[in-house]
């Protein structure tokens, strides 16, 4: 199964607001050598990073991997026909916010140029192509894409920690089960609470705003984002707990993911002095959604719990009855 993104919601690289800005990751997809490499060469020059295919499936595997923020894509690859490709990244996550351009030899039929749009392509074009012109009708339609995105921000995500709020991860949840219950594939969550250590640590352990480090959501958030893989969701659920929804990661890969996380150190920021911080873990996953039927946002939950029923000294804990 393809990672799901769903239509609603921020690209990955927008969720990741904390790291620098990056170039616009653009798809090219056809089934001739040359014909992707001279759309390579039109965008290059001006921020692209380019990810080429000549089939579907792995143009899936890029969509998957890579979460392009636009598809360029030629009416016949080698695996089937452009449109049919689009629709399965559309259903792969591709979001309706972000531009598909077809291209074809010949100009469209009316029906057929119907047939794309219906599919979620943006526009249809047809040989030869004119390569200032492609390249300022994408540009046009990915200022649209920020717009829609930069409006989305103020809703879904965290000011302090630049991470998905509480409301974007429970719709994250709920759109990444839908797809692993839909596919029959793992879905795991492990929820983090950071606590003191080094020179701010307190007698015992407890949460690292109460013992004088409070302010570091922001570290935090860096921290838990260059730990993660790509296709990780990560979140704020209130001040001190901090969630990562990893797709295709069962009961084993959560934990092993967890424990990365909290022996992975890192040092915040608290008041003009810097502490290393000790996360603690609770974890859920199941490996099968479609079989066993655990709503999205259990997973959360039972994380959650998790974390709370851990002993002081225990970093990780896997949630069970």
């Not at 599919?119 to 300022?136: I, K, R, T």
Request: aromatic share 6%; charged share 25%.
């Amino acid at each position: 199964m393809p990672d799901f993104q769903p239509e609603w919601d921020l690209s990955l690289q927008d969720s990741r607001s904390t790291a620098p800005e990056e170039v616009n990751r653009l798809l090219v997809v056809g089934s001739e050598h040359w014909w992707t490499r001279s759309i390579q060469s039109i965008f290059e020059p001006f921020d692209y990073e380019i990810f080429a295919a000549s089939s579907g499936e792995r143009a899936l595997q890029h969509q998957r991997v890579s979460s392009p923020e636009a598809v360029i894509v030629h009416a016949r690859v080698d695996d089937g026909e452009g449109v049919d490709l689009v629709r399965r990244l559309r259903l792969a996550g591709l979001r309706r916010e972000h531009p598909v351009i077809l291209v074809s030899e010949e100009p469209l039929r009316r029906e057929e140029r119907l047939d794309a749009f219906r599919a979620g392509v943006w526009d249809c074009l047809s040989a030869p192509l004119n390569g200032e012109e492609l390249l300022l009708k994408l540009e046009s339609y990915m200022a649209a894409t920020r717009v829609a995105t930069k409006a989305r921000q103020q809703v879904l995500l965290d000011e302090a920690s630049g991470l998905y709020n509480a409301q974007g991860i429970l719709r994250w949840a709920r759109e990444l089960g839908n797809a692993a219950r839909r596919y029959n594939r793992a879905l795991g969550c492990a929820v983090f609470t950071p606590v003191a250590a080094g020179p701010l640590r307190a007698a015992d352990d407890v949460p690292a705003h109460e013992s004088g480090s409070g302010g570091s959501s922001r570290a935090i958030a860096n921290r838990l984002i260059a730990q993660g893989r790509t296709s990780d969701i990560v979140g704020r659920l209130s001040r001190d707990e901090y969630v990562v929804l990893a797709t295709d990661t069962g009961p084993e890969g959560i934990l092993m993911m967890a424990s990365r996380f909290v022996t992975g150190g890192g040092e915040v920021e608290a008041g003009g002095k810097s502490s290393d911080v000790v996360l603690r873990a609770g974890c859920y996953a199941v490996s099968d959604l479609g079989v066993q039927q655990v709503e999205p946002e259990e997973l959360i939950t039972r994380a959650t719990l998790a974390l709370r029923r851990a002993e002081k000294k225990t970093q990780v804990a896997f949630y069970v009855n």
